[in-house]
Nanobody, 125 residues
């Protein structure tokens, strides 16, 4: 059974940094893609970043390019989201997700089969 456990959320001032982690267990796929999404109150869940596990190819939403970095620890089956220069509009619940294979459409929620429980990120201005 696939499980994803996020950690690292919290309260930070605008301009600050946070690093989220997502530890995956139960993965039996030979290759997979992991993504980060976020959902603010009253808004739809939106894509933040993704990484194709085998080659480490990364993808970012325009709104976070240059500020956020996604990377992975292969040995630990853990994906990280380093968030710098945080803005109030980054406030949301952040979710990680996984799907077997090297996804082409990485920025859509329907592309992913398994989701974590989410971690709250609040950026105060």
């Amino acid at each position: 059974q696939v499980q994803l456990v996020e950690a690292g959320g919290g309260l930070v001032q605008a301009g600050g940094s946070l690093r989220l982690s997502c530890a995956a267990s139960g993965l039996t796929f030979s290759t997979f893609t992991m993504g980060w999404f976020r959902q603010a109150p009253g808004k739809e869940r939106e894509f933040v970043a993704a990484i194709r596990w085998t080659r480490g190819t990364t993808f970012y939403a325009d709104s976070v390019k240059g500020r956020f970095t996604i990377n992975r620890d292969i040995a630990q089956n853990t994906v990280y989201l380093q968030m710098n220069s945080l803005k109030s509009e980054d406030t949301a619940v952040y979710y990680c997700a996984v799907r077997s294979g090297s996804l082409v459409t990485v920025d859509r929620t329907f592309s992913y089969d398994y989701w974590g429980q989410g971690t709250q990120v609040t950026v105060s201005s």
